[in-house]
Structure formats: structure tokens, C-alpha cells
């Protein structure tokens, strides 16, 4: 194999398809001196202090996407009662502050896997992708400073918005003078429904991205080789589905907010 397609491929291990990642270093237990799991002496029983990790590890999940919700809530729910500070009152004070600690953590990993979308965006994140910020807080401050949001019409809806946003201030300008048009209403109605669905198909095609990814990580995980282009190209893939849907879901926000006020 060239030099150059050596550099191209990544294992798992080198820590490739996922930027920064954080391995659980194998270390023996702090009281017994056995080797000890991520959490818990399997000796002892006496919890290990926190470490640095990304929340898949902290889980001891591969990167993954596809996962089965109701192994990661029993997981969490078991960790979270050998966690609580009332089992952990009989330890020393520093074994309750990693339960604290590690309870706080715990909290953070499941709240971010547990939802689809906010599972992704993490894994982004660890890849070193910064999502364009479109939160509702971006929006209003865009506003007030009278600055336009960073965002890209996704080229498949450029026709629509145009248009929409005309209807949009019509609206806003028929609703200032009071004088409501039913007919541009019923319009707005129908095309906040079409926008609905396909926010609704969304789903869909970050499932397939899933999938996609998940491949890799299999792939890699089995010794295999993984491009680093074919990684790339997952990931922007996931990344354009995650701002179509924001930028969706932000125009689905103004119309209702026009239709309302
Ligand atoms: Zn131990």
C-alpha cells in the first residue's frame, strides 16, 4: 500500500472516526488494587473516580448511532441507583463527591443519547463539526441587533421561501392595519402544512445516515479500514440534514408566530 492511502485510511483506534476521542484507560481499583470497570470495583464494589470521557464511552457504547433505547434507560437507571448520594452516605467524603460527580455526569451522557437528534449533534460535535447556531435565542438577536441569521436556504426550498417570506410580511402588515385576509391565511395554512411533512421526512434520511455511519464504526471495529473521505462524507451528510430541519423548523416558528399574533 502507498504511503498516502496508509494516511487515508483509520482505524478506530487512532481515533479518526471520531475526533477526541476518549478512551477509558484500563487502571486498577483506588481501595482493592484490582482491575476495576469503568465505574465500580467488580472486587470491591467501591466507586472509581470520575474521568474525563465522551458520553458513549461513558456508557461503554461504541460510537454508534443506532441504539436500543431501552438498554441505555436500564443502564442509566442502574448506575444512577448505585450513584445516589443515600447509598454513598456511609462512604468517605471523596468517594461521595466522584458519586456526585459522576452523578452529574451520568445525568448529562443520558440526556444527550437518549434523544435522537440531540445524540447526533453530539457526535458532530466530537468530530469537531460546529452546527450554525439557530436556536430561538440566535433568532431574537438577530432581530434586535438587525443582523440576518447565518443561514443557508437549503437550495430545494429557495422558490418556496422567497415566496413564503412575501406572504409572511403581507401578513404582518394586513395584521398591523387590521384587516385579516382569509384567503392568505388559508395560503400560509397550507404551505406551514407541506413544510410540516417534509420536516416529518427528515427522519427518514437521517436514518439512512445512521446507518451509513454505523457501518464504519462496524467496519472499523471488525480491523477493517475506513476512508477517511467516506467518513467525511457521512458526516456532512448528517450535517446537512440537521440544518435543513432547523432552518424548517425556524420557518415553521415565524409562520405560526405571524398566524397567531
Ligand atoms: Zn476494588
Avoid at 486498577?28 to 470497570?37: D, E, F, I
Avoid at 404582518?172 to 421526512?201: A, I
Wanted: aromatic share 6%; charged share 30%; net charge negative.
Amino acid at each position: 500500500m502507498a504511503l498516502t492511502d496508509q494516511k487515508k485510511t483509520a482505524q478506530l483506534d487512532s481515533g479518526i472516526l471520531v475526533v477526541n476521542q476518549s478512551k477509558p484507560t484500563k487502571v486498577n481499583c483506588w481501595s482493592c488494587g484490582a482491575m476495576r470497570a469503568a465505574h465500580f470495583c467488580q472486587e470491591c464494589g467501591k466507586v472509581q473516580p470520575p474521568t474525563p470521557v465522551d458520553y458513549f464511552t461513558f456508557f461503554g457504547l461504541p460510537f454508534r448511532l443506532n441504539l436500543e433505547p431501552e438498554k441505555l434507560e436500564g443502564e442509566f437507571y442502574a448506575l444512577s441507583r448505585h450513584l445516589h448520594p443515600d447509598i454513598n452516605a456511609i462512604n468517605s467524603d471523596r468517594e461521595q463527591q466522584w458519586s456526585l460527580e459522576k452523578s452529574s455526569q451520568l445525568n448529562d451522557a443520558y440526556r444527550t443519547l437518549k434523544d435522537p437528534i440531540t445524540r447526533t449533534e453530539y457526535l458532530l460535535r466530537l468530530q469537531g463539526v460546529q452546527l450554525e447556531e439557530q436556536s430561538k435565542a440566535a433568532t431574537e438577536e438577530a432581530r434586535r441587533t438587525g443582523k440576518l441569521k447565518k443561514q443557508v436556504v437549503p437550495p430545494d426550498l429557495l422558490e418556496q421561501v422567497f415566496e413564503l417570506n412575501m406572504q409572511l410580511e403581507e401578513m404582518r402588515m394586513n395584521k398591523k392595519m387590521g384587516e385579516p385576509d382569509r384567503t392568505l391565511e388559508r395560503e400560509l395554512q397550507d404551505s406551514k402544512k407541506q413544510l410540516q411533512d417534509r420536516y416529518n421526512g427528515l427522519v427518514e434520511e437521517l436514518h439512512a445516515a445512521w446507518n451509513e455511519w454505523d457501518a464504519l464504526i462496524d467496519r472499523a471495529e471488525q480491523g477493517g479500514s475506513v476512508l477517511e473521505d467516506d467518513r467525511i462524507a457521512v458526516r456532512d451528510k448528517m450535517v446537512d440534514v440537521l440544518n435543513r430541519r432547523s432552518y424548517l423548523r425556524n420557518l415553521l416558528r415565524d409562520i405560526d408566530e405571524v398566524l397567531e399574533s
